[in-house]
C-alpha cells in the first residue's frame, strides 16, 4: 500500500533560519503529493503540490519538487519566519485515497 | 467562497447525548471527506461521499452516521460516543471525485469535540 515518512520532529529554528523537511513516499502509479500546514487550534491548509515527476510547487515562500528516482517531496523554505511555526503534514493521493505522513512540528524562535 | 464552514467548533456531549457536526462547501467540490485528527497525529479518514453518495466507510462504528443532504452538505450525527471518540473532526472537499483529486482539498477548521 501507499506510506508517507516525515522527518521526526519537532524542529526548532531561528528567524531567518533555512528550513527542510524531508518527506518520501511509496507509491504504485503516479500520485499526487502535497503539504499541508496546521496552525494550533485550527484545520489543514493546502500549502502546496505537484501532480507529476519533476514539477516544482511553491507557495508563501515555501517549495518542493517531486522528485521520482528519489521518491522525496521534501519541504524548504530559504528564511524562516516566527508565524511558520505550525504542524506540517506531508500526503500523497493515489489508489482513490490520501495518505498522511505524521507531520512535523516547526518552531521558529525570535 | 473558498471555505469549508463546520459547526459547531466546540461541543461537550455525554455518553448518552446525539448530536450532529455540520460542514457545508460552495466550491462545487463534488466530493466530501470525514476525518478524525488526535493530539499530534496525522488526519485519520472515516468517511468519503463522492457526487452524494457514500463511497467509503473506513469501518467506523455504527455510532458514527454520516449523511449528505446535497452537493453543499456533510453532516456526521453522533450517538452513545466513548470518551476515547474525543478528537478534533475535520470535513474536507475536493473538487474532483476522491479517487482523481491532484487539486487536493480544502479543510474545514473542525469540531473539538469532548465526550464526557
Known amino acids: 500500500g501507499n506510506s508517507v515518512t516525515q522527518m521526526e520532529g519537532p524542529v526548532t529554528l531561528s528567524e531567518e533560519a533555512f528550513l527542510t523537511i524531508n518527506c518520501t513516499y511509496t507509491a504504485t502509479g503516479y500520485p499526487s503529493l502535497f503539504w499541508y500546514v496546521q496552525y494550533p487550534g485550527e484545520g489543514l491548509q493546502l500549502l502546496l503540490k505537484?501532480?507529476?515527476?519533476?514539477d516544482k510547487g511553491s507557495n508563501k515562500g515555501f517549495e518542493a519538487t517531486y522528485r521520482k528516482e528519489t521518491t522525496s517531496f521534501h519541504l524548504e523554505k530559504g528564511s524562516v519566519q516566527v508565524s511558520d511555526s505550525a504542524v506540517y503534514f506531508c500526503a500523497l493521493s493515489g489508489a482513490g485515497k490520501s495518505t498522511f505522513g505524521d507531520g512535523t512540528t516547526l518552531t521558529v524562535k525570535p | 467562497d473558498t471555505e469549508v464552514t463546520q459547526t459547531p467548533k466546540h461541543l461537550v456531549m455525554g455518553m448518552t447525548n446525539k448530536k450532529s457536526l455540520k460542514c457545508e462547501q460552495h466550491?462545487?467540490?463534488?466530493?466530501m471527506y470525514w476525518y478524525k485528527q488526535k493530539a499530534k497525529k496525522p488526519p485519520e479518514l472515516m468517511f468519503v461521499y463522492s457526487y452524494e453518495k457514500l463511497s467509503i466507510n473506513e469501518s467506523v462504528p455504527s455510532r458514527f452516521s454520516p449523511e449528505c443532504p446535497n452537493s453543499s452538505l456533510l453532516n456526521l450525527h453522533l450517538h452513545a460516543l466513548q470518551p476515547e471518540d474525543s478528537a478534533l473532526y475535520l470535513c474536507a472537499s475536493s473538487q474532483g471525485p476522491h479517487d482523481r483529486h491532484p487539486g487536493g482539498y480544502t479543510f474545514g477548521s473542525g469540531t473539538r469535540l469532548t465526550v464526557v
Open positions: 466550491m462545487g467540490h463534488r466530493a
Open positions: 505537484a501532480t507529476k515527476a519533476d
